[in-house]
């Protein structure tokens, strides 16, 4: 077993370095390649900037916002684009308001165990359809992809749910898209692909397959674990079609997505308010930068988690798309 | 976990299914949590499809709602409110194809171009990053930029110009939606690109290079036949959404702009299935839907194997 370990870690940092030394050597402009003209790099340059800007001027715009004090933006006549007068004030009566501290914990409740539950469901099936010439895989396999086409649609999915008796219950929010096809088979993939030799080796200790995929495979397979955690995670944290359907009136299990939808995009007013002049009796729209507070708050966790994940987004999506 | 299990063989010899049901009964026994919720979540709804041929009352059930043949398909294809939704999806998505497709393409031949490692590391982390974003939050976010409350109003505000509510204007939707597409997705899109210009042989350049090809002819010549794959690839894809435009997209901006402009298929069978109670009516929407979609991913893709490329799969 132990050995069977060492095989394998020895093998990801050889990995690693062949990767890492392919990237090096793609950053040098081959000599038969004509040497670059200044317009050219201009224009490069130009587009390439324009493109980060129209993604990170408006993140910055409310970000700004959300951190401005009433009379910066009562003197940018809204939203802020140059620093005014900062401060934090926003944040601290945005985490007193029940509504969207309500909000927050569904949001993470529903994110944590909804991708606990896909996770754990997704990586046990990749493992018992990756094992080549394994007695029904072909056929558990042709049952996952024709999911991928064929589907009974909005209406009638509804109605399975509500028949379970559905309605209202937070299992409604994550079992009906608890298993994604396409990450099974970007785990799958991956799974196939841990070299037999270890597996073999691991066997030979006397290892059944659960343990070889709990003691071998898992460890050699971090990035995909993290990849395709990321990929249910913003799933979960996204969602809000799910809501719309099975507890549309039940302000009280809300997630952060649907808070947003209905008092910043529909500019309802926050009930229970704790900011002066717009309690529920009033319903007005919320100041703008607790609106825009909220807005930051639903990028918040993603930008935790994202630089994390990024470097091997590649990975992920390419096996998926080639081999799926 | 003693009992040294039999080796998967490598050749064609087969064991007894007896055997073989020992050996990997613990595989078999890890797919069934994602099977069972795959039974129930998606091939059970599959059944709800007889709902279409029936009027559907919640209080009674699938097995004892009146059945009515074709009936629910003859009031559809008589109902202008869902001839307005179909040509809406497909003015969408043509609008879609012509004008978000080359831009993944267009960026993944830019940044391919790119030496510097670190720019093209952090343009890719940037460009990405929408992706992750959910529609009610790109929405928001293009409201408080373009809304009537937005930045680009409170420029025109004050230096009175007068004021272009973009979100609300049915006139532009299509316009206006392309572009939250192109802003959420074209950046994660120039993987699959990026992935396939790297896997052009470079020796390729290098000879066309010392034949006296320049860069454009490099491009013509050798980058882009070296797409061509993935190009038709993505297009069989595309095609094959093309009845998809993006509900929740549509659906979070329906009430702004007013359905006449926001209705696709998806959304009048939300909104005329569960909003309003005639499920049998928007399950019959559905259905229709997804025979078109079926129909039309099958077309792409024989027309891509006529072409001769993979598409979907290989010939």
Known sequence: MTNALTIASRRRRRHDATGAARQRSRSVRPPWEEPPTVVGQAAKGLTLGATLAVILVPLWIIVLTSFSTPGAVNRAGGLVIWPDGLSAETYRQMLNDPTVVTALMVSLGI???????????????????????????????????????????????????????????????ILPNAVSVFNILVLRAFYQETSSELIDAARMDGAGDWRILWSVVLPTSRAVTAVTSLFY??????????????????????????????????????????????????????????????????????????????????????????KG | MSTAAPKRPEGPARLDWRIRLRRDRSLLLMTVPAAALLLVFNYVPLFGIVTAFQEYDPLVGVWHSEWVGFDQFQQLFGDPAFWASMKNTLYLSFV???????????????LNSVMSERIRNLFQS?????????????????????????????????????????????????????SQAI???????????????????????EAAAADGAGRF??????????????????????????LSVGFEQFLVQREAVGHEAADVLDTFSFYYGIATGGYSYGAAAGLFKSVVSLLLIWGANTLAHAFGEDGLYRK
């Open chain 1, 233 to 322: 995670a913003v799933g979960y944290w996204n969602s809000f079609f799910n809501v719309m359907l099975y507890m549309p009136t039940d302000s009280q299990k809300w997630p952060l997505q649907y808070v947003l939808l209905t008092y910043v995009n529909r500019g309802n007013g926050l009930p229970g308010s704790v900011n002066s002049g717009f309690g529920s009796a009033h319903a007005q729209t919320a100041p703008l930068s607790l609106q825009m507070a909220v807005v930051v708050l639903t990028l918040v966790p993603l930008v935790i988690v994202y630089p994390f994940v990024q470097k091997h987004l590649r990975t992920g999506v390419l096996t998926g798309a080639i």
């Open chain 2, 217 to 242: 002819r490099r491009t013509w010549h050798i980058t882009l036949p070296g797409l061509r794959g993935v190009i038709v690839l993505m297009l069989v894809l595309r095609l094959g959404n093309a």
């Open chain 2, 183 to 205: 802003w959420k997705e074209a950046g994660w899109g120039i993987i699959v690109f990026l992935a396939a210009l790297s896997a052009i042989n470079s020796e390729l350049y």
């Open chain 1, 111 to 173: 994110t944590v165990v909804g991708t606990a539950v896909s996770m754990a469901v997704s990586i046990l099936c990749a493992y018992g359809l990756s094992r080549p010439r394994s007695l029904g895989h072909r056929f558990v396999l042709m049952l996952l992809i024709i999911t991928m086409f064929v589907g009974g649609g909005l209406i009638p999915s509804f109605l399975v749910v509500t028949g379970l008796g559905g309605y209202g219950q937070w299992w409604a929010l």
């Open chain 2, 96 to 110: 879609q194809l012509i004008l978000f497709f080359p831009v993944p393409i267009a960026l993944a031949l830019l």
């Open chain 2, 126 to 178: 940037v460009v990405y990053l929408p992706h992750f974003f959910s529609w009610v939050l790109a929405i928001t976010i293009f409201q408080q930029m373009l809304g009537g409350a937005g930045v680009l109003n409170q420029f025109l505000r004050q230096h009175d110009i007068g004021t272009w509510d973009i979100m609300t204007d049915p006139h532009t939707f299509a316009l206006l939606v392309t």
